[in-house]
Every structure is written in C-alpha cells, then in structure tokens.
C-alpha cells in the first residue's frame, strides 16, 4: 500500500486506527465527528475554491494550495491531535518537495477555534517523514492488528465501537 496523508495521521493519532484504515476497514462513514469534520471544511473559507488551486500529485490531494505564495492550508475541526495535523503538512511538503517545489509553508487553520498555525519546514523534517513512512510499511505489513491503547480521544473516534466490542470502557 501507497502512503498517504491519512495514513501518516492517523499513525500519529492511533496506530491501530492506521492499521484498521490501511486494511480497508472504515468507520468513518459512521461517525458524527467526521460528518462534522466535513461539514466544517465544505462551509468555511468558502471563497477558497476560486482562490487556491486543488493540488493532486500521486496519492496526495492538497485541498487548498497558493501556488503563487507556496502555502498549503489544512482546515481542521480541532486542535486535540495537532501533531498528527503537523505531521500531515510536512508529508504534504515533503511531496512538494520531491516534485521540485521548495520554499512551502502550511498553515493549519481551525475555524471553531478561531485559530491559525502556521507550519514551517526545518533541519531534519526529511528525514523524519522517512522514518514515518518506513515505520508505517512496517505496521501495514503486520498480519495482526496493533492491541487497543486506551488514550482519551477514544470516545469520539469512529472506531470506537469496533475496538471496544466486548471491553470495559472504564
């Protein structure tokens, strides 16, 4: 399997949600979290479409990109798994960067909150999502899933029910 972006956070979030994902079983569909996720990236900075271009290279679809200012712009619900947003820029940047496009910066822009962080490329980030990708062909390449880690974003993920069938929540 190809990385991708989901796959790099979603590894940052919850490696057995990555495995899960990686191996075709999706939750997603039922989830009020990520309809609501949706809901916010489809209505807000709606002007975006005309101003920012669409970006596909390979397996990756940057949603909003300023080619003339080389900045990717990621809308996201919340800040509760900020790495893993982090995390997916720079694998955005690092594509960019394979495709001979230097000099990208990202900002990470969560509405509901109010708030913007801009994301930079520094010493060492490509080495970093090297060692990311190897790890998540490594996992993906496991013929068991990763056990159930217990973190508090649980509740509200979309494989909730699926990894806590038959545990006790508490």
């Known amino acids: 399997m190809q990385i991708n972006a989901t796959l790099i956070n979603l590894f940052h979030v919850c490696k057995r949600q990555m495995w899960l994902h990686a191996h075709g079983i999706r939750m997603e569909h039922n989830s009020e979290v990520v309809a609501e996720g949706k809901l916010i990236g489809e209505t807000t900075y709606q002007d975006r479409a005309q101003k920012y271009t669409e970006l596909q290279i390979g397996n990756i679809k940057i949603d ?3 080619a003339k200012n080389k900045v990717i712009h990621e809308v996201k619900k919340s800040d509760k798994a900020e790495y893993a947003h982090i995390a997916q820029v ?7 960067q394979q495709h001979g496009i230097e000099g990208v910066t990202a900002i990470l822009e969560y509405p509901k909150m109010r708030q913007k962080q801009v994301v930079e490329w520094e010493d060492g980030d490509d080495s970093m999502v090297q060692e990311w990708m190897k790890a998540i062909q490594d996992l993906i390449a496991q013929d068991n899933c990763p056990p159930l880690k217990k973190k508090s974003i649980c509740r509200s993920c979309s494989y909730y029910d699926f990894c806590y069938s038959g545990e006790d929540p508490e």
């Open 90 to 96: 720079k694998y955005y940047m690092y594509v960019l």
């Open 64 to 66: 909003y990109y300023d």
